[in-house]
Structures are given as C-alpha cells and as structure tokens.
C-alpha cells in the first residue's frame, strides 16, 4: 500500500506564507509525479502545482506566489505559497502518480487533503 501523508496547512492573513508538505510512503517503485491540488467549496478539484522529471506546472491563479520543490530521495514534495489570497482558500490535496511494481501501470494516490484558510 501507498500512502501520503500532508502537513502545513491552517489559517493565515492575507498577503501571508505558509509551506505543506507531502511524504509518500510505502511500497512504491518509481514515482513520475508529484504535485498538489486544490478544491473549494462548491468547486472543481483544480491544478495548483506539479512537478515530473524536473520540470514543474503550475496553475495560472498562483504563478509567480507559489513554488512546488520536491526531493527525490525522500519521496517528498513541498509548497510554498506566499502572497497568499482569500480566494486561495481550499482543502489542498496532495498526488503522487507512480509504480508500485516493475512494469507495473502508472497508478494516481491521494492524501486526505489539508484546509488552508486565508482571512483576516
């Protein structure tokens, strides 16, 4: 079994920082990604950020205030987000797609999602 565990989230002013943090743990054999997602109240889970053979993505709303980092030997994968927003407020989930088995299929794991408030 595969699981991820996330930390760092909570409630912060606007304009604040906060960093979550993801470590995959289990019978894994290759993870080709690792990213971070978010869903509203009453919204689509959306793309925050991902990381996959050094390159990185981000969604539109947070390039240039959030940075994804991720360490390979760890299995981790990290967030910062500064010059956070209001509208930043979401459960903020974090994925991993890897193998679990040589030649195995390319599989999505999810954490159980960590609340991040931003309000004053």
């Known amino acids: 079994q595969v699981q991820l565990l996330e930390s760092g989230g909570g409630l912060v002013q606007p304009g604040g920082s906060l960093r979550l943090s993801c470590a995959a743990s289990?019978?894994?054999?290759?993870?080709?990604?690792m990213g971070w997602y978010r869903q509203a109240p009453g919204k689509q889970r959306e793309l925050v950020a991902v990381?996959?053979?050094?390159?990185?993505n981000y969604g539109d709303s947070v390039k240039g205030r959030f940075t994804i980092s991720r360490d390979n030997a760890k299995n981790t994968v990290a967030l910062q987000m500064n010059s956070l927003k209001p509208e930043d407020t979401a459960v903020y989930y974090c994925?991993?797609?890897?193998?679990?088995?040589?030649?195995?299929?390319?599989?999505?794991?999810w954490g159980q999602g960590t609340q991040v408030t931003v309000s004053s």
């Open positions: 289990g019978s894994i054999f290759s993870i080709n990604a």
């Open positions: 990381t996959s053979g050094g390159s990185t």
């Open positions: 994925n991993a797609r890897l193998r679990i088995g040589v030649g195995g299929p390319l599989s999505d794991y």
